[in-house]
């Protein structure tokens, strides 16, 4: 069982969004929209509905019009492959290659890939300079930019809109967050500031930590979690604390998969 969490390039126009989401059909566990970050985060089981997802926001979306908070080179922008349950990174792995070489083949995107050998954050630095794509042509697609196609353990990305407007003040609170297990940026967000974080480890640091940790440094004025979050990272939490941190049963990938019928303990597989 493979989770594949798709960030698409649009968060500002509801109906078009709801186009790129619905290829992915009974798949879909997921769809978070920002209109601010112009981003939405499309959550699907498997590799057949990340190909179908990828397919209509390339025929849907043309970047060179884009605007937004969020870093990003592509309509197709970042493309996980997750594993869950019995499923391994060596599958995940398989499943980013397969894809990309599709996306490649099909549709001319080429794609950056991460993971193992290099993290987002070094394919964002250094693409289209010292690094080439991987697999494709060797410039971006003249609507649909380029991808970046990675494999990685869950992670939980979670947003902390600050209670003022300082920006200057949440880089610095999100330059002293920063570590192995947490990426983070400080972001003006419409008249906000928010602190945009990546929980790559988030069983060593989940959430509570995070909030905490901003909240001694700043007034906060609510969280968001982007997409869902795995139930052990809840579990972990005293539950009083959870619509604090914006967590709840429901918004996690186990309830989600369960209520559609999936088992994320069954034999991995590259449709699943």
Avoid at 27 to 55: C, F, K, M, Q, Y
Avoid at 249 to 258: V, Y
Wanted: proline share 8%; net charge negative; glycine share 8%.
């Amino acid at each position: 069982m493979l989770e594949c969490v798709i960030n698409v390039s649009e968060g500002r126009s509801v109906a078009t969004v709801e186009f790129i989401a619905r290829h992915a059909g009974d798949s879909l566990l997921d769809v978070h929209t920002d209109p601010h970050h112009n981003r939405a985060v499309i959550t699907v089981i498997g590799e057949a509905a990340a190909r179908a997802v990828a397919a209509a926001a390339v025929l849907a979306l043309d970047l060179r019009p884009h605007q937004g908070v969020h870093p990003r080179f592509g309509v197709v922008d970042v493309v996980p492959f997750v594993p869950l349950g019995s499923s391994s990174l060596d599958d995940a792995l398989g499943a980013r290659d397969r894809f990309a070489r599709w996306l490649a083949k099909e549709l001319a995107v080429p794609c950056f890939l991460y993971g193992p050998e290099r993290s987002l954050p070094d394919v964002r630095r250094h693409a289209f300079g010292s690094l080439p794509p991987d697999i494709g042509p060797a410039t971006p697609h003249p609507t649909a930019g380029a991808c970046a196609v990675g494999a990685r353990p869950v992670l939980v990305a979670y947003n902390l809109w600050l209670a003022d407007g300082d920006v200057e003040r949440a880089r610095r609170i999100a330059a002293s967050l920063r570590g192995p297990a947490v990426r983070a940026l400080g972001l003006q967000v419409g008249a906000h500031v928010q602190v945009s974080i990546n929980l790559v480890d988030p069983n060593k640091v989940g959430p509570e930590a995070v909030f905490d940790a901003v909240a001694e440094q700043a007034p906060i004025e609510r969280a968001e979690l982007v997409g869902l979050a795995p139930r052990a990272v809840l579990d972990a939490i005293d539950p009083a604390r959870w619509d604090e941190l914006d967590l709840s049963l429901e918004r996690t990938i186990e309830a989600r998969a369960a209520a559609r019928g999936l088992d994320l303990d069954g034999p991995a597989g590259t449709g699943g």
